[in-house]
Structure formats: C-alpha cells, structure tokens
C-alpha cells in the first residue's frame, strides 16, 4: 500500500508533500478515535527492548533524526507512528527562512536523498513555547486519565510522555564562527526545560563555515561552556535534572579528526555522539552523473552512507571501549540495517531517509523485529 502512496507523492516536489503529508496525519490525529486506531496499529510489541541511558528511559531504540520535525509541530503523531524518542530542530536563536527552494531532492535509484535546507526555522523561542505547550498537554492527559507521573528510582528522569525529546541546536547562517557559542548558549536556555537531550549541530553542510567548528578547539570552546551552563542550571532547580549533551558529527571526517573528536569526549566527558550527519560524498551513486550535479550542493542521505555510518559507530566503540555511547543515524531501513549498527556499538538508532522510503511503519517494524544478539 505504501509503495501505491509512495509513487504518487514522488510525483511532486518533495517538500511540498513533507508538509502536506505530516498536515494531513495531524489532522487524523486530532481525532480522537482515529488517532487511537493510529497508535494501535503502529506501536511496537510490548516486548520491545526498554532503553536506559543517560538517566533516561527510551521506550524503544528507534527515533526519529533532527530535520524531520524542524519546529516541534507533530509530536503528537510522531509518537503516534511508535517512536521511542523524536530529535527537534536543527533550532537557530533567531527564526531563518533557510537556503532557496527547491532544496530537497530525492534519488530513488540509491534510496537517497540531497536537502540543503539551511536550518530554516521558527527560531528557539517559538519552539521553545510548543514544547512547554506539548509538556503542559501531557500532563494533563496524564491528570485525565488518573495517572501519575512515572519517577524511576535509578536516577531516571519524571516523564509527562513516554516520548523522549532531543533538541538539536545549531548556530544562525550569519553569526560569525568566532561568536558561535552564544547562539548554542541562547538555544541551550530557551530549551533547557522542556527537552530531554541536547545535541550540538557543528556538522551540517549546507550553513558556510559551520563545518570548521569540528575542529578541536573550536568544539572545546562550544561544548565545555554548554557543560558550565547545565551544572549552573542544575544548581538553581529543585529537581535533578541531568541534561545529556551530545554532538553530532559529520561521516567526511578524517581519520585525524575522528581521533580529535574522540580524544576531547574523553577530556571533557561528553555525554555522547551522533554519527553521522549527511555528507558531501557523491561516490557509488547508480543515480546519473547529470542528474546528481543538475541537483548541486546539499547533503547526501540514505543508503549511500549506510556502510561510512557503520564504520564510524564501530571506530569510536573500539577507541572507547564502549565507554562513549553513540546514537547511529545513516542508512537505517530495516531491522537487519539496525541490527548492524547495534552490532558496531551503536546504543540507540534514528531514522529519517529510510522513513521516506520504507513509510510510517517503519518504527514498528524495526521494533518487531530488532536482535541484539
């Protein structure tokens, strides 16, 4: 059925019908018995592996990658669709509209696709407001429906949803790169109390400049201040809240940068990693020449970074020992793809190509049949 439904929508422009696709769920969602029958038909089986991490407890392993839902506009129906966790954003201080369109691009032939978004959207305090809209909403769900807010004795985080949020923050196209922490700063403020996990975005390539932030003293400089700041938050609040920073990193790095990546999360103790982000890499595509260089810049996600995703995840599990938990994100489809990624060290998954590709369905059918042997 979805393959039917999949060959229409990629009849049109591929933006377009994100909004028109994730509008029309909203609108199903919004009523109620549907969206019960929604849920029911896409949540996993109870027997679902239950993630801890970080003091947080991932319902299940497979969530969704920052970039899908830019403005936290759909997590009533993300966790419809059986995610364990949703990543917002990327969430600039300052609303931007982005690059110009059209700037999503799909490659059917690779599974693939090409966005230079430019991380258009509404800016950290309109976000900042949906989020404590969202928060507010479940607990009072959770007040209707006689429930208690679930406190976990292991230092686990009080929940108004079982759904985990990660806010993934990244600096404005025209804030120079020398003041780029504070726009990391002002994100991680406005959103400090309403997400679950942080994840610092230094590895898009479709803003000019962000990519030289992975050096080494630049990240130092960026994720040691967002460390200083969450132990100053901390202080100030009645409740323990431990803030997981994480940073997500681009699959072009090379072997001397991944090593520096490395050796500044052990110095630092960073909370973790996200690997990998899209690349510039057009090497292997069964799409023709003229097509990929007609679409232009932008970065490449799918299949065609599956293999790099894997062996990045696996390099930083043997460097580490496993110490440095890392969620996997690239050319994830299918359980088996998920599997691998397991294998290689990953401790969490997300997906965003293989949604387009395999449809709603795919959390749940990760889920059903995911083996961590």
């Not at 592996?49 to 969530?63: A, D, I, S």
């Not at 679930?150 to 025209?174: A, E, F, M, P, R």
């Not at 110095?267 to 595509?285: F, P």
């Not at 996997?328 to 060290?345: P, V």
């Amino acid at each position: 059925m979805y393959n039917f439904i999949r060959s229409f929508f990629f009849l049109f422009d591929a933006e377009k019908v994100h909004y028109f696709a994730m509008n029309a769920l909203r609108f199903l969602c919004s009523i109620g018995f549907i969206q019960k029958l929604l849920a029911a038909g896409f949540q996993p089986k109870s027997k679902t592996p239950v993630v801890e991490k970080w003091g947080l407890q991932f319902k299940n392993p497979v969530g969704l990658a920052a970039g899908f839902d830019k403005n936290a506009k759909y997590l009533r129906e993300l966790e419809t669709l059986g995610f364990g966790f949703v990543e917002i954003g990327t969430v600039t201080p300052k609303p931007q509209a982005g690059n110009d369109k059209p700037r999503l691009f799909r490659l059917p032939k690779d599974k693939a696709i090409i966005n230079r978004m430019g991380f258009n959207n509404d800016g950290v305090k309109v976000v900042s407001q949906r989020l404590k809209e969202w928060k507010e909403a479940q607990g009072a769900r959770n007040k209707a429906q006689g429930t208690s807010l679930i406190t976990h004795h292991s230092s686990l985080i009080t929940h108004h949803s079982s759904l985990i949020i990660g806010g993934n923050i990244g600096k404005n196209k025209l804030t120079p790169n020398e003041d780029a922490w504070k726009d990391y700063e002002i994100c991680f403020n406005e959103l400090f109390d309403y997400v679950d996990y942080f994840v610092v975005n230094v590895s898009s390539p479709n803003t000019p400049g962000l990519r030289e932030l992975q050096e080494k003293d630049a990240l130092r400089k960026i994720l040691s201040h967002l460390q200083t700041l969450r132990t100053e938050r901390l202080k100030l609040s009645a409740e323990s809240k431990q803030k997981p920073i994480l940073l997500k990193i681009a699959p072009d790095l090379t072997l001397s940068q991944l090593d520096d990546v490395i050796d500044l999360a052990r110095e630092i103790q960073l909370d973790g990693l996200v690997a990998c982000n899209t690349t510039i890499s057009r090497e292997g595509l069964g799409t023709d020449a003229a097509t990929v260089a007609a679409i232009g810049a932008g970065g490449l996600s799918g299949l065609p970074v599956k293999q790099r995703s894997t062996e990045i995840v696996q390099y930083i599990a043997q460097k580490m020992n496993g110490q440095l938990p890392v969620i996997a994100s690239g050319g994830i489809f299918t359980a088996a793809d998920a599997n691998e990624k397991l294998k290689a060290g990953a401790v969490l998954l997300q997906v965003w190509t293989g949604f387009i590709y395999e449809g709603p369905a795919i959390a749940k059918k990760i889920c059903n049949n995911i083996n961590k042997q």
